[in-house]
């Protein structure tokens, strides 16, 4: 095991400038990822870093966070009720800064990471719904692996089919959501996921290209 890709409770802590009580509690929830006891994947942990701004900001729910989503794309968002719908539009105006808004939406979909057999790669193209980053500029990415959005009833039965092992590490990413699953393909294909996505890249250029494209679209919606 190379200690350089692991991070001890008490280092994640540190890292994530929480108690080690709120570092455990992360990663029993999945937010970051525990490989062994005590140990927790430092990728999940930059990957946490990229996607909370620290702060009191509050995480929106799924249906809140797509609707969000919707909202910023020009779309309606006929699940909320007027009242919601009316909050929402309210904080998406007073909100100025890229990080807070991927703080928000950052439970819009949860994040899982495997191994794949090369000859599974091109079924996984055709069955998730992944975001375009050319869309925002981005055509020169180096894409080794997969990444897209599933619905979250369908991600048991996607690893057993496919074989797919999990590491933190692993070339291929499932964003999985229990939102209503045709809204996600069409908010998927807009330019605002494929920000949100490139916000939270571990490539800082993709990452730097996703947030300022995000605070251009918080400016226009105001």
Known sequence: MNSGEFLTIGEAARTLE????HARRLADSGAVTRVARGLIDRDSVDRYLHSHRRGRTRVWAQHTAWGAVALLAGHDADWLGPTQASR?????????EADELLTRLCDRAR?????????ALPRLHELLTSSNLGRIGITDAVAEGV??????????ELVR???????TSGPVTLRTTGFDFRQVRE???????????AGTSTDPRV????????????????
């Open 161 to 167: 089919a496919l074989g797919l092992r999990p590491d």
């Open 147 to 156: 990444d897209g959005y599933l619905a979250e009833t369908e991600l048991s």
């Open 207 to 222: 990452r730097g290209v996703g947030r300022a494209l995000l605070g251009e679209l918080l400016d226009a919606y105001r």
């Open 187 to 197: 908010l998927v294909d807009t330019s605002v996921v494929a920000a949100l996505d």
């Open 18 to 21: 929480v108690s080690a009580r």
């Open 111 to 119: 994040v899982h990471s495997f191994q794949a057999h090369r000859a």
């Open 88 to 96: 929402l539009r309210q904080t998406l105006r007073r909100t100025t």
